[in-house]
């Protein structure tokens, strides 16, 4: 199992963003795939996730209304549209995927031990 993030950069406040993860070697209707983001000097943290095959989903209160989690699934891929952009949100982002055969407790996907497998990140920076 393979994911490449892309689409990170600067971005002033208020702005948009735009990040995609192309997942290779799995059908991600058997996968639930998010986003997870760790700032410097913070703990990586659970930003959203979703389960393609049924559509369960899952936003950080501190992202609810602003970011958008979807699949393009005839290209494998994994989509986080991000609005309204604020400073606090610089970070890493990183794609994380595991099989659905895996997760007990939907809740566990909000944190990084529930992930199996990990993109190298992508970088976002928002400037006030």
């Known amino acids: 199992v393979q994911l490449v993030e892309s689409g990170g950069g600067l971005v002033q406040a208020g702005g948009s963003l735009r990040l995609s993860c192309v997942v290779s070697?799995?059908?991600?209707?058997?996968?639930?795939v998010g986003w997870f983001r760790q700032a410097p000097g913070q703990e990586r943290e659970g930003v959203s996730c979703?389960?393609?095959?049924?559509?369960?989903?899952y936003y950080a209160d501190s992202v609810k209304g602003r970011f958008t989690i979807s699949t393009d699934n005839a290209k494998n891929t994994v989509l986080l549209q991000m609005t309204d952009l604020r400073p606090e949100d610089t970070a890493d982002y990183y794609c994380?995927?595991?099989?659905?055969?895996?997760?007990?407790?939907?809740?566990?996907?909000?944190?990084?031990?529930?992930?199996?497998?990990w993109g190298k990140g992508t970088l976002v920076t928002v400037s006030s």
């Open positions: 994380a995927a595991v099989a659905r055969s895996r997760i007990l407790v939907w809740e566990v996907v909000r944190y990084p031990y529930g992930m199996e497998h």
């Open positions: 070697g799995v059908t991600l209707d058997d996968y639930a």
């Open positions: 979703l389960s393609p095959f049924d559509g369960r989903t």
